[in-house]
Nanobody, 129 residues
Framework: VQLQASGGGLVQAGGSLRLSCAASGRTINYYVMGWFRQAPGKEREFVAALPWDGGSPFYADSVTGRFTISRDNAKNSVVLQMTNLNTEDTAVYYC???????????????????????WGQGTQVTVSS
C-alpha cells in the first residue's frame, strides 16, 4: 500500500490542523493505521494509532484530549484532527500502515515504528508562538 500524507502547514499556538493520509494500492479497512512525528534532532515518536476492530484508538499522552484519529473508509484514508496545538507539536508528521497486525494490537506494539511496514512521505507541521 502507498500512503500520501497531506494537510500540514504553519499555524499559531492554540490553532488546529487536519492531516489526511490517503492510501492507494490496497484498502486499509483491515490495517492498523498510525501517525508518528519527528522533530529536528529527535527520534521519531508515536502520536496515535487506530486498530481496525472498531475499538478505541491509542494516543500518546502528550496529545490525548487534543488529537483525534479516525478513518474515512469511503476515501480509503485516515485523518488526524489536531486541536489546541502548541510549539512542541512542531514536527514532520508521518502516517503508517500495519497490514499484518491483529485487529487490536497490544498498545506497546501499536506505539513502535517497527510494527509498521508502509510509510507516507511526511507532512510538515509548524506551530508558532
Amino acid at each position: 500500500v502507498q500512503l500520501q500524507a497531506s494537510g500540514g502547514g504553519l499555524v499559531q499556538a492554540g490553532g488546529s490542523l487536519r492531516l489526511s493520509c490517503a492510501a492507494s494500492g490496497r484498502t486499509i479497512n483491515y490495517y492498523v493505521m498510525g501517525w508518528f512525528r519527528q522533530a529536528p534532532g529527535k527520534e521519531r515518536e508515536f502520536v496515535a494509532a487506530l486498530p481496525w476492530d472498531g475499538g478505541s484508538p491509542f494516543y500518546a499522552d502528550s496529545v490525548t484530549g487534543r488529537f483525534t484519529i479516525s478513518r474515512d473508509n469511503a476515501k480509503n484514508s485516515v485523518v488526524l484532527q489536531m486541536t489546541n496545538l502548541n510549539t512542541e507539536d512542531t514536527a514532520v508528521y508521518y502516517c503508517a500502515a500495519d497490514p499484518m497486525g491483529a485487529a487490536r494490537p497490544q498498545p506497546a506494539s501499536a506505539r513502535r515504528p517497527e510494527s509498521y511496514s508502509s510509510w507516507g512521505q511526511g507532512t510538515q507541521v509548524t506551530v508558532s508562538s
